[in-house]
Every structure is written in structure tokens, then in C-alpha cells.
């Protein structure tokens, strides 16, 4: 019994280095950075001030008409932008697809609520000295705004989303920190391969962009502070990396059944061949010293697309550009391929755009989609002086013509998330030799 | 037979039951002592009013006030895990340890772990947004705020930032829940959260069913933890939901599908299942709450966001039988998602009707939000808890203040006085106000 496959007929992303697939791409190839000066809030006095924020946005940018947009979160805004792109590169008006055979499943982080309000509310509430949930809450009622704070809700982009392409399936949003979005792919291809429906929107968008993300990573000792040097300030996989930027942004796609696309005539982008998740089950903090979930995730995905390690032919990296990410994360990889791992070519997209938290597997999926399709692989760029305890090949600062069928991109998050993805380039035969090796 | 091949026929037909269940309720922290008051009738809400006297911002409320979180709210515990509980209970957020709590309950019953190892395990839960404590801030605002009361946001990045405790961020991750479920059991499967508001306890277990069916986890600790009471969340369910304003009578203020429901009234709560394989259940001897028969899921919501609940309930709740085998009249009761509102119950009763047609006055309906109101994301896994005892006690619990029907609800709701036997098969339903779905078909073991 051959399983249903699992194909990508349409994608949009909106990044800190282009509104589409199509901006982003050769900017990475040319390994520009998308990281500046932080301009969402005044940052002037905070120990970071930079940031890869998506340039000259607007919520006109997502090319509806909808007062709540302008009240929703900015990762509610990319999320629609990106899914809308999708959609529409898909070719997917919804009389191609039935509703009830269609879903969305995305991971969109928790969003932030307003800092002036909060710390507003706070100061209001807790004049008698302690601020009880009770006594802040009467001041927030009056300080925040009901009608917003519904678009505050981690659903909401899903279920926006759902009512924009009119999806009437299962429509899901996951949560699993910087592992989100590549979770929500792979559970949105389960759907589809168990039968339970023909296509699936699936992504992820974040922006922690924020007075509370800055404070909040930043007391976790996880962000850069290179801010005289915004540009080279994430350097994954370096000697000198000193910990990750705060990116945003989001990437949806359309994930459809191989003989539903084929019907209807979709351009196929790529497959997805496998995916696995796993937990390190080590601490909330940092993953376990010798990569465990990682490694785990990686095999169950390699399983799950019935190939081997020497099957890889890239490596798009988690690579966040901190110091204990990037051992750990080289560790996991050398585990996986053994002894030839310095010859699969590894690099990280995190170098350019920052990290877009719960959104960045999306975002990434995208990137291994585009080098699939022309046989590229980009840069890790800021790679100057090599650590002797990440001695893998992470194609440093120069792009490089690589024939790839094979991706693997795993992703890692705080709580001891882990998850990984196989992408292949779209191959009538591949699959049913891979199947035909199960069988 | 190779055996990856041999692999994917075994799981073809691999089917999912329930070993171990755990619930932390305003009306109970053990299984015991929520079945007990939900067979009694008890209401777990209570009136509330502001420290100085004067009319709370939430006039009533359901709180598991008993949870103090202590570590003997914990339940039975190995000493390793009691111990690593025990260190972490200052960095988890109460929607954490309310889960916590309940996970570790389940999977003591369950006895899963004793027989395989954690790698195979996975977790897989539900959780709403959580909500910031404005306490963690007071000592960064503080330091930001001068002699005139006025916050002074230039001082934050100099002075109130390093106020904030160094771990807060992680705090306030909804997959926190399922993170320390897994770390403190070493439950290295497959680990998933599910954030759609009260759908998403339902959705976790359908994800939860799918990874054993597939042969990914051999079992999974599923369930949800929710909150309606925390400020942010009551405030973000307050743009969208209708909630009691006032209320002079707490215990009566939660009445679904009477006809003189006023709103939902605000609560906490989480329930956890330990789900299994059949065989793997059956060769170790565990004691089986009941089969999960079916899970299913359906959106209604246009691109106006006018959503249309009865439309997509009554397309789950079919799909769910269908997949499921049953027919309307073959089934035990509903666990009615019963929200208090006037509209969401007339839409949840319009939906019964259209799938069980004349069955809809049959078929016995409970709404354990009578008793613990709505906690969000967690009212779907504790009702779940309530059904699967119902089940295995063989009788209901009353829908608390039931007192007049609606004739737009054509539903039957058990009644305070009346004792009714559970039958061999519920549906666990619930619905958003954006016009989310899901539906849960369990059958009880013995009936196969």
C-alpha cells in the first residue's frame, strides 16, 4: 500500500529581507543582512537595540480590507499576507479544493500585549503596594481596549486565515516555542496523508519585536548586544557569536495531496517526505549537552521519508548564533550523519534574517523549497573565525551551486522542543523507490 | 515480512484507549473528589469582591482554590519527580502546575512508565494563552516610576529590565505545560500544544490518537489546561464572549440551556488522559476507562468573520459518528459544551437537533460547566474527565440549575433529581465563538 504523498503547491513569506519568496531569495544568495537598528520601539536605552525587522510594512500590505487588522498583532498581519500569497501562488481559488476537505494549521507564537498599557495598568492597580490579579484587572479593563485584545489570542491568525480562504476543516494553531511552525507543517501533513483532508494551509508567523520579547530574551542572556554592528551581529556557527537577533516574520504554505494537486494541474514545488518531533526531556532552559532531541527528531523524520543519513545532501540549520545553540546543534548533526558529516553542506538562514521565534521553520521551509528548485544552497554569512567545537561545513559567507534533493531542517525551542523536516525536490520515481526499499 | 512494511500493517489497525485520567477542577483535585461532586451536585463558584469591599471586576468565578500549589497537590509521586516538581515550582505559571498536577495523576494510574521507557512517550496537550502576572513586573515598574506616579518608559532598559526575574520569558509559553510534563517523566515522544481556545483539548487528543495510530508514540499524556480567571485571558474572552455582570447567587449563576442563562461565568481547570495502545494496554493489564472512537474538527467562519457554530458542530459531530461507526440513537450521552450563553447553547442545541433529529430528546445531555464554569481550554478535557468517569460508574451527574427549558433548546438535559445510566458511548463537544468545532466519540471497552 502506497501512502498518499504530500506536495507544496503554493507559498508566501513576508521577511526582514523581502514581502515574498521571490524578494527574499536573491538577497540571501547575495547574503545580505536583514538585520538594523531597532525602530519599533524607541530601544535608544536598552542593552539591545537591534533587530531584523520586516522593512516598510503596513497591514495595507496584506491586500484586504479589515478594520481588525490594523488592531491585530503584526505576526496576525504576516501570517495573512503570507497565507493569502499562498493561496494565490497555489492557484487555489476555493473552487478548486472543497472547504470541507480543506484546513489550516498554523504556529503563531503568543503575542505580546501593549507595553505602555500594561505597565499603565500596573501603576494604577498597585498604589496600595501588592497588585493583585484582581485589583489589575479593574485598571486593564479600563486601560486596554476589549475590541483589541480579542485579536490578542494565539488562534486568532488561524482562524482569520480559515475565514479568508473559507477552510471549514480542522483549523489548528500549535504552540511548541522555535519548533511551532515546523510542527504545525509536519502535523498538517499528517492530516493530509491520513486522509482526512486533500490540502492544508500550513506556516507560521511571530514578532517578538517587543519590549517585553527584548527584556525578556535579553534576561535570558540570548541576544547579541553587537549593536554598533547590526550586520554582523548574528554569526552562527563562528567563534565570535555572542547570541541571536530578534527577527520576525511568517511563511504560509499550501500542502496538498499528490494526486489532488496533479488533477487540477498545480505547479509542485517540493515534498514533503518526512518529519519527526522529539523532546529532550533535559531542562526548560537549554537542550541536553549531547543534542538527544535533536537527534531524535532528525531520525524520526529521516524514518518517517524512508531515508538514510548519506540520503542529505543540505543541512538548513536551526543555527540561532548563540554559543550553546551552535555546539549542541553541531553535535546533534554529527551524531545523525557519523563520520561524513563534514561533507554535507550546513547553513543558516537565522544569519541573515534573524530569529523569528515560533515563525523561523516556516520561513525556512521556504528557503529549502527555493533551493531545491535552482540547485543553490546560500550562505552563512558573518562566519569568520572557525570554533573548534563547530567544525562542520557551514558554506561560509559565499553561496555555492549544490544539486540538492534532499533537505533536512530541523528546528529547537526553549522547553525542550525539537522537530525536524525532510523536503525533497518534487521526483515522480524517488518516493516509490523509497517506498518499493520499505516494502 | 520486512519490517517496516510489517510496521505499517500493525498500525493500520492500531486502535487507542485510556489508561489514566487526572483533574484538577474548582470542584475537586483527584478523580475522587470531582466525581463525588459532580454526582452531588456541588457548584465550585463562588462570589468574589475587591480586597477593600467595593464590586470585583469578576463578580463570581470558579476557582480551584484548594490548589495551593504545594507539592501534596500533586498526588502520588516518585521521589525523583517529586523532587524535580518541587524545584521548579517557582518558574511554572499556575495554568503549568494546574496541568502538571494533572498529568501526574494520570499517569500514576495509568502505570504506563513502569512498563516502557519515556522515548516512545509522547505529550500532546491543549493550553490558552498565559496570561502575564502584573506581580513579576511591579518591581521593574517601580524602579521606572518617579516622585509625580508617572511610569517612565526611557528608565525601563536601564533600570526596570534587569527588575525582571531572568527565567519570566519562559514562564509565559503556553508549551510550558507539556515541556515539564515531559522533562520531569522523561517523556521524549513526540511533544505537541494545541492553542485554540476551548477547542483545542479536543484537538490535542485527535493529535494525540493520530500519533499512536501511526505507530509514532506507543502512548501519549494528553489533555488541557485553561483559564477564563487570569486578567488577560478573562479580558481577550470578554471581546468575544458573553460573561455573567452580576450575581447575587453564585452557585446558580452556571445554567445551561435554561432559559434564564446570563453568561459563562469565569474558571480554571485541567484534566489529563494517558492514552495507549490497545494491545500494548491489554498485554500489560491495565484497567481501560474506555476506546477512543473517533475525533473530528470543522470550521465555520467567513471572511467577514461571522461565524456560524451550529453549521460546523453539527458537520463535526457527524463526520465524528461516521468515523466512529455509531448511529445517533446508539449513542449514551453528550457532554455538552453547554457554555451558559444564550446563543452558543441555542446553537449547540440547533446543532444536536439537526444531527440526532427526534433522538435529540433522548439522548441524555450533562454540561459539567453547571458545576466548574469555563476555563478555556481546559473545560474540554475536564469534561472529558467527567464523561469517562460517568462511564465507568455507569450513571450521570446532573446539569445544575436546569430548572426551564428553552424552546430554543430541544436538547435533554439531566435533571437534578433523575438518575440515568451513562450508556456505553458519549460525545465530548465543544465550539469557539469563531465558529470552531470538535467532537470526541469514546466507547467503553467492555462493549467490543
Not at chain 1, 238 to 250: H, K, L, M, S, T
Not at chain 1, 354 to 380: F, K, N, Q, W, Y
Not at chain 2, 367 to 388: N, P, R, V
Request: proline content about 5%; overall charge negative; charged content about 20%.
Amino acid at each position: 500500500m502506497l501512502r498518499r504523498r504530500v506536495v507544496i503547491t503554493g507559498m508566501g513569506c513576508i521577511t526582514p529581507l523581502g514581502h515574498s519568496p521571490g524578494e527574499l531569495w536573491p538577497a540571501l544568495l547575495e547574503g545580505r543582512s536583514g538585520v538594523a537598528p531597532l525602530t519599533l520601539f524607541d530601544a535608544s536605552r536598552f542593552p539591545v537595540r537591534i533587530a531584523a525587522e520586516v522593512k516598510d510594512w503596513s497591514p495595507r500590505n496584506v491586500g484586504i480590507d479589515g478594520r481588525f487588522l490594523d488592531n491585530a498583532p503584526r505576526q496576525t498581519q504576516f501570517a495573512l499576507a503570507a497565507g493569502l500569497q499562498a493561496i494565490r501562488h497555489a492557484g487555489l481559488p476555493s473552487n478548486r479544493v472543497s472547504p470541507r476537505r480543506l484546513g489550516v494549521y498554523l504556529g503563531v507564537g503568543e503575542p505580546f500585549e501593549d507595553f505602555t498599557r500594561f505597565t499603565a495598568s500596573i501603576s494604577d492597580a498597585a498604589r496600595g503596594g501588592a497588585c493583585a490579579d484582581d485589583a489589575f484587572l479593574s485598571s486593564a479593563l479600563r486601560i486596554f481596549d476589549p475590541e483589541t485584545e480579542r485579536e490578542y489570542e494565539p488562534h486568532r491568525p488561524a482562524t482569520h486565515l480559515a475565514g479568508l480562504v473559507n477552510a471549514q476543516g480542522p483549523v489548528l494553531n500549535c504552540i511548541a516555542a522555535c519548533a511551532s511552525s515546523t510542527q504545525a507543517i509536519g502535523e498538517a501533513a499528517r492530516l493530509i496523508r491520513r486522509g482526512e483532508v486533500d490540502a492544508m494551509l500550513a506556516g507560521g508567523a511571530h514578532s517578538t519585536i517587543h519590549p517585553f520579547g527584548v527584556t525578556g530574551f535579553h534576561r535570558l542572556s540570548a541576544l547579541s548586544t553587537r549593536n554598533d554592528d547590526p550586520r554582523a551581529a548574528v554569526r552562527p556557527f563562528d567563534a565570535d557569536r555572542d547570541g541571536f537577533v530578534i527577527g520576525e516574520g511568517g511563511a504560509v504554505f499550501v500542502l496538498e495531496e499528490l494526486e489532488h494537486a496533479r488533477r487540477r494541474g498545480a505547479e509542485i514545488l517540493g515534498e514533503i517526505a518526512g518529519y519527526g518531533s522529539a523532546q529532550d526531556a533535559f531542562r526548560v532552559t537549554d537542550s541536553a549537552p549531547d543534542g538527544r532531541g535533536t537527534v531524535l527528531a532528525i531520525r524520526r523524520a529521516l524514518a518517517d521519508a524512508a531515508l538514510n543519513a548519506e540520503d542529505i545532501d543540505y543541512v538548513n540549520a536551526h543555527g540561532t548564533g548563540t554559543l550553546l545553540n551552535d555546539r549542541i546543534e553541531t553535535i546533534a548533526l554529527k551524531t545523525t550523519f557519523g563520520p561524513a558529516a563534514g561533507r554535507v553542506p550546513i547553513s543558516s538562514t537565522k544569519s541573515m534574517l534573524g530569529h523569528s521565534t515560533t515563525a523561523c521553520g516556516a520561513i525556512e521551509l521556504a528557503v529549502c523549497l527555493m533551493t531545491v528548485r535552482d540547485a543553490v544552497v546560500h550562505p552563512t554569512i558573518n562566519y569568520a573565525t572557525p570554533d573548534p567545537q563547530c567544525d562542520l561545513d557551514y558554506v561560509p559567507n559565499v553561496a555555492r551551486e549544490l544539486d540538492v534533493r534532499h533537505v533536512l531542517s530541523p528546528s529547537i525551542g526553549f522547553g525542550g522542543q525539537n522537530a525536524a523536516l525532510v523536503v525533497s525536490r518534487f521526483d515522480e520515481s524517488s518516493r516509490s523507490a523509497a517506498a518499493q526499499r520499505a516494502a | 515480512m520486512d519490517p517496516m512494511a510489517s510496521a505499517i500493517l500493525r498500525t493500520a489497525s492500531r486502535r487507542v484507549v485510556v489508561t489514566g485520567l487526572g483533574v484538577v477542577s474548582p470542584i475537586g483535585l483527584t478523580r475522587g473528589a470531582y466525581w463525588q461532586a459532580l454526582v452531588e451536585g456541588r457548584s465550585g463558584v463562588r462570589g468574589r469582591s475587591a480586597a477593600d469591599g467595593s464590586p470585583a471586576a469578576i463578580p463570581c468565578a470558579a476557582e480551584a482554590s484548594e490548589f495551593t500549589g504545594d507539592i501534596e497537590n500533586f498526588g502520588p509521586l516518585e521521589p525523583a519527580v517529586k523532587k524535580a516538581i518541587r524545584k521548579a515550582l517557582k518558574l511554572m505559571n499556575r495554568d503549568t502546575l494546574l496541568a502538571v498536577a494533572a498529568g501526574q495523576q494520570a499517569l500514576a494510574e495509568s502505570g504506563v512508565l513502569a512498563v516502557t521507557g519515556g522515548e516512545r512517550v509522547g505529550v500532546c496537550f491543549g493550553a490558552d494563552n498565559i496570561s502575564m502576572n502584573p506581580d513579576d513586573f511591579l518591581g521593574g515598574v517601580r524602579a521606572c516610576t518617579g516622585e509625580d506616579g508617572r511610569f517612565d518608559f526611557d528608565r525601563w532598559g536601564t533600570e526596570g529590565l534587569g527588575e525582571i526575574e531572568p527565567l519570566w520569558l519562559l514562564k509565559c509559553l503556553p508549551n510550558m505545560p507539556a515541556c515539564y510534563l515531559a522533562i520531569f517523566n522523561g517523556l521524549m515522544g513526540p511533544n505537541n500544544t494545541i492553542t485554540e481556545g476551548a477547542v483545542s483539548a479536543n484537538l490535542a487528543i485527535a493529535e494525540a490518537c493520530r500519533l499512536i495510530e501511526d505507530g509514532l508514540a506507543d502512548a501519549v499524556l494528553t489533555g488541557a489546561t485553561g483559564t477564563t480567571l487570569r486578567p488577560f485571558n478573562l479580558m481577550h474572552a470578554l471581546g468575544d464572549e458573553e460573561f455573567i455582570r452580576d450575581c447575587r447567587d453564585p452557585q446558580t449563576a452556571s445554567r445551561p440551556f435554561d432559559l434564564h442563562r446570563r453568561g459563562a461565568v469565569p474558571a480554571e481547570g485541567a484534566a489529563a488522559f494517558v492514552l495507549e495502545d490497545l494491545h500494548a494496554a491489554l498485554e500489560r493489564g491495565a484497567t481501560i476507562y474506555g476506546e477512543i472512537a473517533a475525533a473530528s474538527a470543522a470550521c465555520a467562519i467567513d471572511a467577514s468573520g461571522r461565524a456560524d457554530g451550529r453549521r460546523s458542530l453539527a458537520r463535526s459531530m457527524r463526520e465524528c459518528l461516521e468515523r466512529a461507526g455509531l448511529e445517533p440513537r446508539s449513542v449514551g450521552h453528550l457532554h455538552a459544551h453547554g457554555l451558559s450563553t444564550q446563543r452558543m447553547d441555542a446553537d449547540e442545541a440547533g446543532a444536536i437537533r439537526d444531527v440526532f433529529a427526534a433522538e435529540a430528546e433522548r439522548v441524555p445531555l450533562v454540561a459539567a460547566k453547571s458545576h466548574q464554569g469555563h476555563a478555556s481550554a481546559g473545560s474540554g478535557a475536564t469534561e472529558m474527565a467527567a464523561s469517562l468517569l460517568a462511564l465507568r460508574k455507569g450513571r450521570l451527574f446532573p446539569v445544575l440549575n436546569y430548572e426551564q427549558p428553552d424552546r430554543a433548546c430541544p436538547v435533554r438535559p439531566v435533571t437534578v433529581a433523575a438518575t440515568v445510566p451513562a450508556g456505553d458511548s458519549f460525545l465530548n463537544l465543544n465550539l469557539t465563538p469563531h465558529g470552531q468545532a470538535s467532537c470526541v466519540a469514546v466507547r467503553a471497552w467492555e462493549s467490543n
